[in-house]
């Protein structure tokens, strides 16, 4: 069955960087809408950033300038490079492939519903 695993969370201080990884099989990242989703204890998550299969990109306002997101299709792989970060980055990070849609602001609406096909989640803390 289709299996996305991210790998890269880890503890990191403010105005530090990271990079997730999400690593698809059984699915091809180009033919799919891709997406990063987060989620923080006792909130309803947000959509970070989506990717369209048009290569259009958007970012949730919180991420907008700090976040970049793209894929590398040779490796089939979606990535999060996180620039600057903040203590209210901290959560729960998961990638997301949406088949349906065609641009990054259908991704980012599909995945903010939590449609598509999910990983387990990468966690990442950041540190005042």
């Known amino acids: 069955q289709v299996q996305l695993v991210e790998s890269g969370g880890g503890s990191v201080q403010a105005v530090g960087s990271l990079t997730l990884s999400c690593a698809a099989s059984r699915l091809t990242v180009s033919n799919n809408c891709m997406g990063w989703f987060r989620q923080a204890p006792g909130t309803e998550g947000e959509g970070v950033a989506g990717?369209?299969?048009?290569?259009?990109?958007k970012y949730a306002d919180s991420v907008k300038g700090r976040f970049t997101i793209s894929q590398d299709n040779a490796k089939n792989t979606l990535y999060l490079q996180m620039n600057s970060l903040k203590p209210e980055d901290t959560g729960m990070y998961y990638c997301?492939?949406?088949?349906?849609?065609?641009?990054?602001?259908?991704?980012?609406?599909?995945?903010?519903?939590?449609?598509?096909?999910w990983g387990q989640g990468t966690q990442v803390t950041v540190s005042s």
């Open positions: 990717i369209g299969r048009d290569g259009s990109t």
């Open positions: 997301a492939a949406v088949r349906w849609c065609m641009t990054a602001f259908q991704a980012l609406d599909a995945i903010t519903a939590r449609q598509g096909y």
